[in-house]
């Protein structure tokens, strides 16, 4: 999180307080690069290459990607609903609706699974509608208040302009407070805020529209603690494919024997090659490949490998046998206990910034004409994207039946949509 004194914009935003919260945000891309190249599976080899002629594969397992696609499904993978019937809370459920907000949600957990945070910009549309759009995370921040309020102050986000080639020709910043968007221009980097601004226009928000999702306390990625263990594995397994592959030119050690060109001219090797035998003079002579023998140690060593990957991220290994199907209800929300508490955790950091965007609709439907939205009479729930067992929730529901009305018991049978039954 990058801070600074409120004080500092009590004369507006300098340049030299903008470009110097520029270059602490850019100080942290060199980690978010990472993240980035192990999710796509990018990670340049970092071991040294093996001699020449012997197999060299590189091997990258998709760990990341793996542990990111569960943990951002499991927290937005079921669209999050927003519960209210006070006024003005419809207009902002179709303003929703019609911005796909759940689309942006999906891809803002999936960010933030991965960096550690998402951001999200509101803009104003052609027709003069609220849409929220995602922006890269390296080139997107938020600056807050240092005082225990951690107010956010400001936001910027950055990047190339480019030509018809796609090369870069400049670079622009657009600075967001609670109320205008400026916007700069300049050749590089180094001077991109320090210069005059080349336009400022309202945004009629009300609030700051740069917006950052958390993943934790720390905005780390879910995958960030356990790097470490995925690069252990991958040397593993290279070091298992590679020795297998060279298994097929291991030496060939012979004793007691001399190998000699036939009668056809073919050399030992030849002659090994093409009739896969070897003649040998009496049984004090004999043959055999040197190999590297790897023994069980390895199998084993890859197995838990593997097992703290899962376990320190959190994040259950879904095809274990012990997630078969025929488990109880209760049994698998105790496998996935680990994963339900980080959830939470995330969670709460989401709740928070969702609330922001929340203040920035309702204020900009308000500003159009439209009934003052009461921000605190919303409900936002969370829905986990877990298989549900319909015959354990069926016979849930007839032993209650009788005792909880109708309406509720209905309520919950995943299998019906629509209306539920009123209460008899």
Known sequence: MITRDRALL????????????????????????RLRDAYLLLTAPGRPARAEGLPDHRLHHAFVRSIVTIASSYLAGSAVTYQGDGPGAEEVRRAYRQANVAGVDIELARQASLYGKGVEVIYIDRQAAPRSAVLDPRCAFVVYA?????????????????????????????VYTDSERIT??????????????????????GHL?????????????????????IDAYDALEESRVNDQEQLVDALLIVYGARLETDERGRTPAQQLRQDKLLYLPDRDAGAQYLVKQSGAGAEELRRALEKDIHKFSMIPDLSDDQFA??????AMKYKLLGLEQLTRLKERWFREALQERLRCYAHFLAVKGGRALDETGIRITFARALPESALETAQ??????????????????PFLDGDKPEKK
């Open 325 to 330: 199907g025929n488990v109880s209800g209760v």
């Open 146 to 174: 240092d005082d225990a309020s951690s107010d956010p102050l400001f936001g910027i986000h950055f990047h190339p302009i480019t030509d018809e080639n796609g090369s870069p020709r400049g670079y622009e910043a657009d």
């Open 209 to 229: 529209p740069l917006i950052e999702y958390w993943n934790n306390e720390e905005e780390t990625g879910d995958a960030e603690a356990v790097l470490s263990l």
């Open 396 to 413: 849930m529901v007839k032993t209650l039946e009788g005792m909880v009305p109708d309406s509720i018991l209905l309520s919950q049978l």
């Open 10 to 33: 009590q004369n507006g935003l300098s340049g030299r307080l903008l470009q110097g919260c520029l270059h602490e945000h850019l100080r942290q891309t060199e980690r978010l690069n």
């Open 184 to 205: 700069y221009r300049a050749a590089g980097y180094a001077t991109l805020l320090r210069g005059a601004p080349v336009s400022r226009c309202p945004h009629y928000f």
